[in-house]
């Protein structure tokens, strides 16, 4: 093997195993509940307390007018957060390390002239021949932050609901407030299929590389790529059939069974009114 040939193959190893590092990452870090089983704050209260509050607080950031009441609503989750064990490190990347990519496409148009006409801050286009101008204004600049506030707030809420909620006691509280049985089901489902999918495309790149020794042409990756795609779709389809089997041997009729049984309490009722209360509050300061 030349030199240029071994540089290329630890370059694909090193890709590949990249490559597995994010499933398996993406595997840790969506379906985690190791945090909902710590001894914290939000963890203590019935998730039919947690679940009305974050919608109450939702509602409140959709209906806010106003950065400071937004602002206020995001500020009181850091120590919700770390209230309840959950490391803040990782609670702030995991909302602020994508928004400002993909929400930020959306808001960027809003930043100029072209879209947002007002007092300019930045002028970044000036000519009179031909008739040019391009600047970033002050609306736009307002417009722009609503949306990466509004977005980023909204799900650093439902970021920490689910958090500190089991995937299983969530969705019974759904259940509880009347939501649909057939969304319900369909959302616990999709949950573990996604989980299911990505155990497997995870243990189908650690198999491919721990098989591949030299130089592989892309047109060879690109017919591995397709393959695969097509045996996971395969192996998702015959999966259905025997989780589906799996949960009528079982017992299951329509209804997912939970055996813990949800309790209000006076901690419950206290943390429920001061959840709807701010959200008043920061609706009231917003308008």
């Known amino acids: 093997m030349t030199w240029a040939g071994l540089v290329g193959l630890f370059k694909r190893a090193g890709a590949k195993s990249r490559l597995s590092d994010l499933t398996g990452a993406l595997e840790q870090s969506l379906f985690a509940e190791e945090i909902a089983r710590r001894k914290g704050l939000l963890q203590s209260l019935d998730p039919r307390v947690k679940l009305i509050g974050a919608l109450a607080w939702l509602l409140a950031i959709s209906w806010s007018q106003n950065l400071a009441g937004i602002a206020a609503l995001y500020t009181l989750t850091l120590p919700l957060a770390a209230a309840s064990r959950v490391p803040m490190t990782f609670y702030v990347k995991r909302v602020w390390a994508l928004i400002p990519f993909f929400t930020g496409i959306i808001a960027l148009p809003a930043l100029f002239n072209v879209f947002s006409p007002g007092a300019p801050l930045v ?60 969304f319900v089901l369909i959302l616990g489902m999709t949950y ?16 491919r590389q721990s098989r591949i020794v030299g130089r592989v042409a892309d047109a060879e990756q690109r017919r591995w790529l397709a393959a695969s795609a097509g045996v996971l779709f395969a192996k998702s389809y015959a999966l259905s059939d025997e989780v589906y089997l799996a949960m009528q041997s079982r017992g299951f009729r329509g209804e997912a069974q939970v055996m813990e049984t949800l309790r209000w309490r006076g901690a419950d009722w206290m943390w429920l009114a001061v959840f709807v209360g701010v959200a008043v509050a920061a609706t009231w300061i917003g308008s």
Do not use: C, E
Request: net charge positive; charged share 10%.
């Open 192 to 207: 573990r299929y996604i989980y299911v999918l990505l155990h497997a495309a995870n243990n189908m790149f650690l198999a």
């Open 123 to 182: 002028t970044l286009i000036d000519s009179t021949s031909p008739r040019v101008y391009l600047a970033i204004t002050l609306p736009g600049v307002v417009t722009a932050a609503f949306l990466l506030l509004r977005v980023g707030t909204s799900v650093s809420i439902a970021v920490l609901l689910i958090l500190t909620t089991r995937w299983t006691l969530l969705l019974k509280a759904l259940r509880v407030l009347r939501v649909p049985q057939t």
